[in-house]
């Protein structure tokens, strides 16, 4: 199984600022997810990213909102940028890992973020 | 893209009785189906999972049946006890070959309650 760990664990910041979000896996990984939970809802899907080439977003996510960088197979990083009351969510990064004979995603522990 | 309906949205029940969550898809190229369980601030942690290869896979005391002509497939669990209480999540995926599994699509969690 893969470890995952999240820096922050939690946040609360001013609307307008921005927020970077770390994510550190213990093996390498091809793809990296990033997922938005908001409260109390289901989780969405903001970009997959590869390492070595732009990341991918999904539907209503930009880069420009939501800049990814992947420097390397162990990590990522996700910035929340200019920052509204509407992102408070918590932000989960997840990798494929292998659990015996089959490969699956593992989450990382989130970042809760609010806004003010 | 992929569409994932859950349902119930909330389920209420005796410790020992069953509970059963259901999920529909969209896509009929979807061919890996999870289930996640998430507690109370922890993150989600896959419980079960089923390719489209196969229409039953049983893990003690949770089950999962997928019907691909009529694109759901549900969670099955026997024998509830208290500590079964938490959002369930199901998901799903298409796996183009090797053991990537890409995105996941999550349906909107169905919140189980067992009461002792």
């Known amino acids: 199984s893969a470890v995952i760990s999240q820096k922050p664990s939690r946040d609360i910041c001013q609307r307008g600022t921005s927020l970077t979000i770390q994510c550190q896996v213990d093996?390498?990984?091809?793809?990296m997810f990033w997922y938005r939970q908001q409260p109390g809802q289901s989780l969405t899907l903001i970009a997959t990213?590869?390492?070595?080439?732009?990341?991918?977003?999904e539907s209503g996510f930009v880069i420009d909102k939501f800049p990814i960088s992947r420097p390397n197979l162990t990590f990522s990083t996700l910035t929340v940028s200019n920052m509204s009351p509407e992102d408070s969510s918590i932000y989960l990064c997840?990798?494929?890992?292998?659990?015996?004979?089959?490969?699956?995603?593992?989450f990382g522990p989130g970042t809760r973020l609010t806004v003010l | 893209g992929e569409n994932v309906e859950q349902h119930p949205s909330t389920l209420s029940v005796q410790e020992g009785d069953s509970a059963v969550i259901k999920c529909t898809y969209s896509?009929?190229?979807?061919?890996?189906f999870p289930w996640y369980k998430q507690e109370l601030g922890k993150r989600p942690q896959l419980i079960i999972d089923?390719?489209?290869?196969?229409g039953e896979k049983k893990d003690q005391r949770i089950a999962v049946t997928l019907n691909k002509t009529a694109k759901h497939f549900s969670l099955h669990i026997t024998e509830t006890q208290p500590e079964d209480s938490a959002v369930y999540f199901c998901?799903?995926?298409?796996?183009?070959?090797?053991?990537?599994?890409?995105?996941?699509?999550f349906g909107q969690g169905t919140i189980l309650t067992v009461h002792p």
């Open positions: 990213a590869n390492q070595g080439s732009e990341a991918t977003y």
């Open positions: 896509d009929s190229a979807s061919n890996y």
């Open positions: 089923i390719r489209s290869n196969v």
């Open positions: 093996s390498q990984v091809t793809m």
């Open positions: 998901a799903a995926s298409y796996l183009a070959g090797g053991t990537s599994y890409g995105k996941l699509t």
């Open positions: 997840s990798v494929e890992g292998s659990s015996g004979s089959y490969d699956e995603q593992f």
